[in-house]
């Protein structure tokens, strides 16, 4: 991995940590799976005096200092699995004391409590239909495909990854920066349409939790300011069983609405054709017509010539 692969790959794992919304599991099986496939990303821990962190029992008043504390040190210059898991540890005992900054959002937090798009979540017809054939790159795909339903909400599309992840285990991969797959920009006055598209084909290259999850964010914000294309459709309610055929219609209509009009437009084309075929077709005709016009007032006068010679 070059430098700037490890910087991004580095600040992907910190926003996680960062972002309440993040579980321990999650940032355990991420940590893993970056010991286990791009082991750069690591630093070794540095011999330091402060080693006492590693030993986090009985958290003290001043556990949210430490774990600030460490965390500045994972930004700046010691990213080591030591470090990293003794800020999960804490992160998650701050998380349990109800500290702010560690507890998640009451609108977040409580969603699924409170949202029953994510308690009652039924999946789209084409994500359950490709998702029980089990082609992987298909099932990628039909997922990628449910952020272009503006019916759904980050809270349904989040429902949706974390229905699909469950339904299959290697849907994701570890996010990396490489060719065609750029790194994620964290200022949102550069989430435009067209950066949207672009993470869009990163995820085709990498499809990794963490740009799935940024597509979510930038389509998000795209949508509050009612960007074409985004603006969500009016009115969004949870997706029952009702839903699920309506969606399921949508796209059938979609691929319909597709077909017709490369139909209509060969149609178009045909008729065209045909109507220039036609006009020239009857060139000749009128040719032909007006020879045999000429023709036959030949004929004529060559007739009257000969009756007179004759008489």
Known sequence: ????????????????????????????????????????????????????????????????????????KLENYNF?????????????????????????????????????????????????QFVQKGDLPTIRTALRMELNDNSLTSADLEAAMAWTQRQVPGLFEPFVEKSFARGMETDQKLWTSQYYDSQTVYLKTNYSVERFRH???????????GVEGFAPLSPIAPRSASDTR???????????????????GMTGYTAATQQNSSEWSCIPFKVLLIIGCSLAAAVVVVMRLLMNQNS
């Open 1 to 72: 991995m070059t430098d700037g692969m490890i910087v991004s790959a580095r600040k992907a794992y910190l926003a996680l940590l960062k972002d309440p919304r993040t579980t321990t599991v999650q940032l355990q099986e991420r940590l893993d799976e970056i010991e286990k496939n791009e082991p750069e990303i690591l630093d070794a821990l540095h011999p330091e005096t402060d080693r006492d962190f590693l030993n986090f029992d009985t958290p003290t008043n001043k556990s949210s200092e430490s774990y600030y504390n460490n965390l500045g």
């Open 80 to 128: 080591s699995r030591e470090r990293i898991e003794y800020v999960i540890r804490a992160r998650e005992h701050l998380k349990k004391l109800g500290v702010i900054g560690f507890v998640a959002p009451v609108s977040s937090q409580n969603r699924e409590s409170s949202n029953p798009v994510t308690v009652n979540y039924t999946p789209s017809g084409n994500l359950r």
């Open 215 to 225: 597509l979510i964010q930038i389509r998000s914000l795209l949508r509050q300011q």
């Open 246 to 264: 309506a969606a399921a219609h949508a796209h059938s209509d979609i691929s319909q609405i597709a077909g017709n009009h490369r139909h209509t």
